[in-house]
């Protein structure tokens, strides 16, 4: 039940990391699911447009690629996620968000896609958003931030 932490390309390192892997086991826990082995991958956006290009075939920039390995019927997930960490930077200040929140969104954000939710049409997309409000929520009760 691993969760790690990983770069490419860039200089990040993800604060509390400790707190956010409690926080993603139980987000996990309550879509009713656990987490078997989810590698997150933090990167420029150079590199993740390079993969979206690559592995997609979209030629775009986007501040998340889920890759899902898991066998959803199982219960568990697992999973690589590349977070590129310029886009959600930038994507922060067109938010009005901070940086921390924007990145535990984009975190939560694979965690979710892991777990079976979709984003792809109005509805999906809308019920995403408000799976990652309710998880943010969350982490700002368990660790009273």
């Known amino acids: 039940m691993a969760i790690k932490y990983h770069t490419?390309?860039?200089n990040y390192r993800l604060a509390a990391r400790r707190k956010v892997r409690e926080w993603l086991h139980t987000v996990a826990q309550e879509e009713g699911y656990r987490?078997?082995?989810i590698n997150y991958i933090f990167c420029s956006a150079r590199h993740l447009l390079d993969m979206n290009r690559q592995f997609l075939g979209h030629d775009y920039f986007t501040d998340i690629i889920t890759f899902d390995y898991s066998e959803l019927g199982e219960g568990?997930?697992?999973g690589d996620i590349f977070i590129d960490v310029e886009t959600v930077a930038d994507n922060a200040r067109l938010y009005g968000a901070t940086r921390r929140e924007e990145m535990l969104?984009?975190?939560v954000?694979?965690?979710l896609h892991l777990c079976g939710q979709k984003d792809k049409t109005p509805r999906a997309n809308r019920q995403m958003h408000?799976?990652?409000d309710k998880y943010l929520a969350l982490y700002k009760s368990m660790f009273q931030e």
């Open 35 to 37: 987490i078997e082995e």
């Open 8 to 10: 490419e390309d860039c």
């Open 130 to 132: 408000r799976k990652e």
């Open 76 to 78: 568990f997930v697992a």
């Open 105 to 107: 969104r984009v975190v």
């Open 109 to 111: 954000h694979g965690l």
